[in-house]
């Protein structure tokens, strides 16, 4: 019977008080009667809007009507033909500007939960089947993946489902890339990562970590080694920073540097080996999800006091509306239209303090939102000991500069035509190194689209 409910059905979630200051996952899932419940709020359109809004083309009616049903083998079955990785996409896709937003249940009242039932079936397969892949028939070709985030693992696993023997190097000592440096455990547990791998490892895909591609080994040598074809998914890693007096003091970290600290190097962790700022006032600078991301891990690590600074107003910030909502609750500060001119020393050349002058919205920039303008005479001081800048990335230069014939736009990305291929013959890319810094089921579609594009270039 259908459930006409006009609210999703709510995600259990940790006390804010308390997760404030451990690094457990904050949403705890839908049990089975919980996620039955949701799934009735579906409708099964014969002709489902939510499937066009979904970058991978989740049969998204067909495994809601099996958790209806109970079936949820069936339904993690479903989701799987199409989305190699729904316990990730599941927690981290940012589903309401995609297939949530299509939803007609979404007119009337809420959408229906479909990222929290994608995670339910993922989850519910890990702990009661988690059958590995059968590995597929080799057809003896050698294809090489560059990275082992979200677009890297996609690709990996789309073309070893095609016989291919698959290389993924990661220059990191964890396979996971953005998923295990960048996003938080109290997001996305690094144990629900560590099972994807197992899963690509069943499949055949060898796994090479702190291999460096452009310095351990350049893109030509991978193609001497024998490799037919290689899929570039580095990643944009490289941090931005504003160029602001101060910004070379001891206490001031790029977003990137942090969370890798934090989340890869487990600096949380009494018994870590990496050293981290035990920082009482932190300031952040930036709107987007990776801002959220070290806020509410500062404030995990003891701060007392975090503040997320950003020059326009909450409602121009990027970050979901469930970041900004959770960041809220565990006491962050939001300082909205400030924006840093100076980060202040003391006399040891440590971080005490950062100006900021107050803004105010002006007309539409380049991009659509009300560019910021300063409001003379309103500069104030927060009284911070570390500053966080989280201002956005570009894809690292070092497979760019160490491979003749490869192309990048200004903004340092990759180009690729309409088959994701690169300027250089036999070289894809996708994800990060060609959009710059996006979401994670954007990566994943590009490296399906990838893969599919590698076995059609073989093929010839």
């Known amino acids: 019977m259908a459930n006409m409910t006009l609210t999703k059905t709510p995600m259990p979630e940790q006390d804010p008080k308390v997760r404030a200051r451990n690094f457990k996952e904050v949403a705890l899932g839908y049990t089975e009667e919980q996620a039955v419940e949701e799934a009735n709020r579906c409708l099964g359109c014969k002709n489902p809007k939510c499937v066009e809004g979904c970058p991978v083309n989740v049969r998204i009616p067909e495994f809601i009507k099996k958790i209806q049903e109970r079936d949820f083998k069936a339904a993690y079955e479903i989701v799987t033909s199409t989305n190699a990785l729904p316990a990730l996409s599941g927690r981290v896709c940012p589903q309401e500007s995609q297939c949530e937003c299509k939803c007609v249940r979404g007119i009337k009242g809420e959408a229906v939960a479909i990222g929290r039932l994608e995670r339910f079936v993922a989850d519910w397969y890990r702990e009661n089947v988690n059958a590995m892949p059968e590995k597929t028939e080799s057809n003896g070709i050698k294809v090489a993946v560059v990275g082992s985030g979200p677009a890297g693992l996609t690709a990996s696993a789309e073309l070893a489902k095609k016989g291919y023997e698959v290389t993924m190097f990661e220059a990191l000592h964890t396979a996971g890339g953005v ?45 001497e080694m024998g490799y037919k074809a290689v899929f570039v998914g580095s990643g944009a890693g490289l941090p931005m920073f504003m160029n602001i007096p101060g910004e070379a003091l001891k206490g001031v970290m790029s977003a990137n540097e942090y969370l890798t600290r934090t989340n890869l190097m487990k600096a949380y962790t009494e018994e870590a080996d990496t050293p981290i700022i035990k920082s009482k ?45 959770h960041a809220k609750e565990e006491g962050i500060e939001f300082k909205t239209l400030c924006n840093p001119i100076e980060i202040i020393g003391d006399e040891n050349g440590r971080v005490c303090g950062m100006k900021c002058i107050r803004m105010e919205l002006g007309e539409p920039d380049a991009s659509g939102r009300r560019r910021p303008i300063e409001v003379p005479g309103s500069e104030f001081v927060l009284e911070v000991d570390t500053v966080i800048m989280s201002l956005g990335t570009s ?27 690169t300027t250089r013959e036999g070289v894809f890319a996708g994800g990060d190194a060609v959009t710059g810094a996006a979401t994670v089921i954007l990566a994943m579609g590009a490296g399906k689209k990838g893969a599919a594009a590698i076995d059609e270039y073989l093929k010839k």
């Open 179 to 223: 998923l295990v440096y960048g996003i938080p455990e109290f997001r996305l547990p690094k144990a629900i990562v560590a099972n994807e791998v197992k899963k690509l490892e069943a499949q055949g895909v060898e796994v090479m970590t702190n291999m460096v591609i452009g310095r351990v080994l350049t893109i030509d040598e991978l193609f």
């Open 395 to 421: 894809p690292n230069p070092l497979i760019r500069s160490t491979t003749p014939g490869l192309e990048t736009n200004r903004k340092g990305c990759l180009i690729v035509n309409e088959n994701e291929m």
């Open 281 to 325: 006032a932190v300031a952040v600078v930036g709107g987007g999800n990776v801002a959220m991301d070290a806020a509410r891990c500062a404030m995990r690590l003891g701060a007392e006091h975090v503040y997320v600074v950003y020059r326009r107003g909450e409602a121009e910030m990027p970050a979901r509306l469930e970041e900004k909502h």
